[in-house]
């Protein structure tokens, strides 16, 4: 089987809008993604690919992985201009036949961090992101556990077996340092260039929020002054409240009877 590891070439001096080969890199969690993947692959004798989206200067990241274990590499030749969905159908065509695809929960350059679940929605499989704690297994017999974050400060445990999408924090685990002989082989080695056509995404078309349409009764009045007057008048209060102790059905009946009064609901 292939595992994948998806690589995202970025600035890291925080200049997001130059592409200064003196600094580019790529993230603590893309490393951490990558650290994962050659541990499992040791154990499971699997093929590591490496993947990323970009010009040809974004090479120097494969060849940073390849010196450190990976054993393969291709890069997509796309403007990383394109949105995270179009970025994300371009990866998914090159990787749809792995087996693991290993992502970083997000990138150091304000990433959105929503590439991994783009992945995993366009090849139509599991996903398990944003993963603080994982033990690899000793085998592809055995499922990879992991300790999944939650809002809340809560966790969740998660088995994970057969093809999924697995996005880590940064802090789970360090990269392994490359040997000169990794570096110097790195160096010879072929990467593979990928052109992707039509990767469009729809968009549809959007518009400013317009709150739904309050009904209100219409004024009373004899003359049409005293009208306008109870249309402008702001000596009442316009705040409603009032505490009541119902059973929830009946609680809920007055709510929305006091909504459809207030004319916020028809």
């Known amino acids: 089987m292939t595992i994948a590891v998806c690589l995202k070439w970025i600035n890291a001096s925080g200049q997001t809008d130059i592409d200064d080969d003196r600094f580019m890199g790529f993230s603590y969690a893309d490393q951490a993604a990558l650290e994962y993947a050659l541990r499992i692959a040791e154990n499971t004798n699997d093929e590591v690919i490496v993947v990323t989206a970009g010009p040809v200067g974004a090479e120097a990241v494969l060849r ?43 990138s150091s350059d304000r990433g959105s961090g929503s590439v991994p679940a783009f ?7 599991a996903q398990a992101l944003g993963l603080v704690e994982i033990q690899v297994p000793a085998d592809s017999l055995h499922p990879i556990r992991a300790l999944r974050r939650l809002d809340g400060g809560r966790r969740e445990q998660l088995e994970i077996q057969g093809k999924a999408v697995m996005s880590v924090e940064g802090s789970t685990a360090r990269l392994r340092r490359a040997s000169l002989k990794g570096s110097m082989a790195a160096n010879k080695q072929a990467i593979e260039i990928v052109t992707i056509n039509h990767v469009a995404v729809e968009n549809p078309p959007t518009r400013a929020y317009r709150p739904r349409a309050r009904t209100i009764a219409a004024p009373v009045g004899s003359s049409a002054l005293d009208r306008v007057k109870q249309i402008t008048d702001t000596s009442s209060a316009k705040g409603h409240g009032e505490t009541v102790h119902l059973e929830p059905r009946e609680a809920a009946e007055l709510i929305v009877n006091k909504l459809r009064e207030w004319g916020y609901q028809s």
Do not use: M
Request: net charge negative.
């Open 119 to 125: 992945i995993a929605a366009e090849l139509s499989i």
């Open 64 to 106: 940073d992985a390849i010196a450190r274990g990976a054993h393969r590499a291709v890069r997509i030749d796309i403007d990383r201009s394109h949105d995270s969905a179009v970025i994300a159908r371009a990866i998914a065509q090159a990787v749809a036949h792995c087996s693991l695809i290993w992502c970083g929960d997000y």
